[in-house]
């Protein structure tokens, strides 16, 4: 059979994504931090966008134009050059007199009161670290050139809970020290302030605490090396047993180990709290409810009327004009197709909460025991839209309503089979084991099974794997870990 070259016409559909298509998802899955980030950024790259700025007095605003905008009324003046009529006939020098407004020698300070000076300092300074607390403390305290040198490179290993995650054969190979060394030097760095910094293991953490108070010996510190595995089953009449002390004495010695500080690190934030900013507000007016988008931070955009004129009066010719005309039309373009966009997402965003809001009425008006199950495809199919741009919207995104703040995705959840032949939200059910859990008697607590058997009497037929996954993602320990002496 012989090889040849053929031409063979081929009909196919292919999704081409344009380049507004890919903005329009972009925008969309960002929340109201990332997009007001994503806007600064365009409005920097952007010449042709600019902010619409809030003013009073439009007589004021007026008065304020720039020198290169032009009213409807006037003619626009091409950009031809280096030096334009514009930059020869404008009085620059009583333009910027007129803006100096702040005086040019320093203003006379003021005395401050404590108040204000106390305010200052708490407002300015940054706090203090874990990492930056024991290397002050090493170097103030009794350790030598070579031991600060380790002690540096033990601070160095911790991670944010205060404990060492680098093994003593990393530390050795970058030190250049014996094990023995950088083990005296880690028992120095572990009692020093917070105590416990420096330590491997949760009980090595609280022993370096014990051992600070001077309590070695004493029934806390045989307790936490000797039964620790009764004390983590909550045996106290065990321990009492085996150390031949009153049952009163091991739950004060119990009591004083919980006081301790399982942390080093508490008291020494490593980053700021990062509160969560909702993307849309839903209001109960009277017996209805009123969604409204947060808007705030969020400039608004325009194309700048001076690169509109200078486009509408180039003369197209090739050459410079040219070049300069081709740059406006392609950051006009990406200008317009970043303000359809935005408005595109605000759009869709309020849509999808008008859908959770009908879907989950109930839920807004009595709770969460009212909260029903809900899937993508439910909000998808009511918009009018793919379940993937559904997903998009509700991604990183926080709704506040009059019960909370709740992220877009709470609302979906799958639905448990009732007695009745109907569903609950998984979320519901959430709940509802929280509250039995934390009503159970502290002697007895319910297991799995028992748990189940409380939901089927509430009518919600679940099964007893479902209940520990539930139980697990809630962080809820088992019936033996919770039960008390």
């Known amino acids: 059979m012989a090889i040849e070259l053929r031409q063979q016409l081929k009909l196919t559909q292919q999704l ?29 790259e952007n010449p042709v966008l600019e902010e619409v700025s809030e003013r009073a007095n439009p007589e004021e605003a007026a008065g304020e134009r720039s020198p290169f905008e032009t009213t409807n009324s006037e003619k626009a003046t091409p950009v031809s050059g280096e030096g334009t009529e514009a930059f020869q006939d404008f009085d620059w020098q009583q333009y910027f007199e007129s803006y100096n407004i702040e005086p040019s020698h320093p203003r006379i300070s003021t005395p401050l009161d404590d108040e204000t000076r106390e305010f ?26 070579e031991e600060r040198k380790i002690a540096a ?9 205060g404990y060492l995650d680098a093994t003593d054969e990393e530390l050795c190979a970058t030190c250049q020290a014996p094990v023995e060394a950088v083990e005296a030097v880690r028992r120095k760095v572990r009692l020093l302030d917070p105590p416990g910094a420096g330590s491997r293991t949760l009980e090595e953490c609280l022993l370096a605490q014990l051992e600070q108070a001077e309590l070695e010996g004493e029934l806390p510190w045989i307790i936490l090396t000797e039964y620790a595995d009764l004390l983590e089953k909550k045996n106290f009449r065990q321990i009492a047993k085996k150390t031949r002390r009153p049952v009163s004495d091991v739950m004060r010695a119990v009591e004083f180990i919980k006081s301790l ?24 007016v009277g017996e209805e409810y009123v969604i409204s988008l ?18 509408a009066g180039g003369n197209g010719s090739s050459g410079g004009n040219g070049a300069a005309k081709e740059y406006i039309q392609e950051k006009m373009r990406s200008a317009v197709w970043l303000i359809k966009s935005i408005h595109q997402r605000q759009r869709t965003i309020y849509k999808v909460m008008e859908t959770i809001l009908k879907v989950q009425r109930e839920f807004f008006d009595y709770g969460i025991e009212y909260l029903r199950p809900m899937v993508l495809r439910d909000v998808a199919q009511a918009i009018g839209m793919h379940e993937s ?29 009732t007695t009745s032949g109907g569903a609950v939200a998984s979320e519901s059910v959430k709940d509802k084991i929280r509250q039995l859990v934390g009503s159970e008697p502290p002697q007895s607590p319910y297991t799995d099974l028992q748990i189940v058997e409380l939901l089927r009497r509430q009518g919600i037929d679940i099964s007893r794997r479902t209940v520990t996954k539930y139980r697990e993602s809630m962080g809820i320990d088992s019936s033996s870990r919770r039960k008390q002496a």
């Open 16 to 44: 081409v994504m344009t380049p507004q298509l890919q903005m329009a998802i972009r925008l969309l899955q960002l929340n109201r931090l990332e997009l007001a980030e994503q806007i600064a950024q365009e409005l920097v």
């Open 120 to 145: 200052l300092q708490n407002s300015i300074t940054r706090p203090e670290t874990l990492a930056e607390h024991l290397l002050w403390q090493v170097r103030m305290g009794d350790f030598s050139d």
């Open 153 to 161: 490179f033990i601070i160095g290993n911790l991670n944010e809970d």
């Open 261 to 284: 500080e399982p942390t080093p690190s508490r008291a020494f934030p490593e980053a700021e709290t990062q509160y969560v900013v909702p993307d849309i507000y839903v209001y109960k």
């Open 294 to 311: 947060n808007e705030d931070g969020l400039p608004k955009l325009r194309v700048n009327s001076y690169y509109k004129q200078a486009l």
């Open 389 to 417: 741009t559904v997903s998009r919207v509700t991604s990183n995104k926080y709704v506040h309503t009059p019960r909370g703040i709740f992220a877009l995705k709470f609302f979906f959840n799958s639905g448990i089979s």
